[in-house]
């Protein structure tokens, strides 16, 4: 089992790319997408795209920092600041997100949760403003947690809405780490900021690794393929501290 587990930290060490849900530290912690009550939590995320193999010059580099505090027993919330995608080589403060998030209902042991989400993300030049709303249904038992998350975004700027939603199989080391697959129809997955990132694609496949290091810090990778209109494939990494 730790052989398994150092496999799971050293693939999280790998560049990578992120979406909205699968979280290592919620997932381990057996609750909903919403954060502890009055815990201060910050991540750090970089994700890497490869449009084509054969032109890495054309590779894109987004990041961003997130803050998260749990407001109440059955809402968190979320602010974040980044570089917006773009060539590998640039990097700007110039994107951030606001995000809440609610929980409707849990059962009483715990073993399926229903939240509600809200989160509008833009740039500081007032040039692009999406809202996504989504509702993460989450269900868990000793080893496995499943999660069925549909989600609706709105672009104002083309005042166009697109349905989507993303799904996970997910298996708990002893509490220590997961290691999962997932899969999405124009919709993110692993990040803690929307949009269509890692493979640019309404079809992707996923490979999610995440690991409990210490007391307080926590490692998660994603590994995306697209499957239709897509970039070749990308990278997510992110680093969770509890403060």
């Known amino acids: 089992m730790k052989k398994i587990i150092f496999i799971v930290v050293l693939l999280s060490l790998l560049p990578t790319n992120a979406y909205p849900c699968f979280d290592t530290y919620l997932f381990l912690r057996k609750g909903s ?3 502890p009550y009055k815990s201060l939590v910050l991540d750090l995320n970089a994700e890497y795209s490869f449009n084509s193999m054969s032109n890495p010059q054309n590779d894109m580099f987004f990041s961003n920092g997130n803050l998260y505090y749990g407001a109440a027993q059955n809402l968190s919330l979320q602010i974040s600041l980044g570089s ?4 590998r080589n640039d990097f700007k403060l110039d994107s951030y997100s606001l995000r809440g998030v609610y929980n409707l209902y849990s059962s009483n042991v715990q073993d399926y949760t229903l939240d509600v989400i809200a989160e509008h993300r833009g740039l500081f030049n007032g040039t692009e403003n999406e809202l996504t709303i989504s509702l993460p249904n989450i ?4 080893e496995i947690t499943y999660v069925l998350h549909p989600t609706a ?3 104002f700027e083309e005042k166009d809405i697109a349905i989507g939603g993303h799904t996970g199989l997910f298996y708990n080391f ?5 290691i999962g697959i997932g899969g999405e129809y124009a919709s993110v997955q692993s990040s803690s900021s929307a949009g269509q990132r890692i493979t640019q694609s309404e079809f992707a496949v996923s490979i999610f690794l995440g690991a409990h290091l210490g007391s307080s810090i926590y490692l998660q990778n994603e590994i995306a393929k ?3 209109n897509s970039r070749d494939f990308g990278f997510a990494l992110t680093t969770k501290v509890i403060l």
């Open 139 to 142: 269900f868990q038992n000793t």
């Open 84 to 87: 917006g995608e773009k060539p």
């Open 226 to 228: 697209g499957l239709a």
């Open 153 to 155: 975004s709105f672009v």
């Open 174 to 178: 002893n509490e220590s780490g997961i």
């Open 33 to 35: 997408m919403v954060y």
